[in-house]
C-alpha cells in the first residue's frame, strides 16, 4: 500500500521559515518523480516544486528563491524547505508522486501552512 504523510507544517510568521517533510512507503522511492503542490480554499492546486529521480529540480516562480526540494532517498523522504515566508504562501501543502514530471499518481493528505503579518 502506497502511503504519503506529509508533516512540519504549522503557523509561521512572515519573513520566517518552515521545512516540510513527506515520507513515502509502498514503492521504490528513488524510481518515482516527487513534488510539491499547493491549494488554497476556492483556488486551483498549484506545483510549487518537483525533483525527479536525478535530482534535478524545477520551481515555480512562486517559490524560486526562497524555496528548496530535496530528498533522502534512504530515508524515503522528500522536503520543502521555505525561507522568507509570506502571507501568499498560506495554503494546505501536498505532496505527490508520478512515474513522470507531468503526471503524479500518489497524493498526501496535507499539510497546513499558516503565514501571518
Known amino acids: 500500500q502506497v502511503k504519503l504523510v506529509e508533516t512540519g507544517g504549522g503557523p509561521a510568521q512572515s519573513g520566517g521559515s518552515l521545512r516540510l517533510s513527506c515520507t513515502v512507503s509502498g514503492f521504490t522511492y528513488n524510481t518515482y518523480c516527487m513534488a510539491w503542490f499547493r491549494q488554497v480554499p476556492g483556488k486551483e492546486r498549484e506545483g510549487v516544486a518537483a525533483i525527479d529521480s536525478l535530482g534535478s529540480a524545477v520551481y515555480a516562480d512562486s517559490a524560486k528563491g526562497r524555496f528548496t526540494i530535496f530528498q533522502d532517498n534512504e530515508k524515503n523522504t522528500l522536503y520543502l524547505q521555505m525561507n522568507n515566508l509570506n502571507s501568499t504562501d498560506t495554503a494546505m501543502y501536498y505532496c505527490?508522486?508520478?512515474?513522470?514530471?507531468?503526471?503524479?499518481?500518489?497524493w498526501g493528505h496535507g499539510a497546513q501552512v499558516t503565514v501571518s503579518s
Open positions: 505527490a508522486a508520478g512515474r513522470r514530471c507531468y503526471e503524479f499518481t500518489y
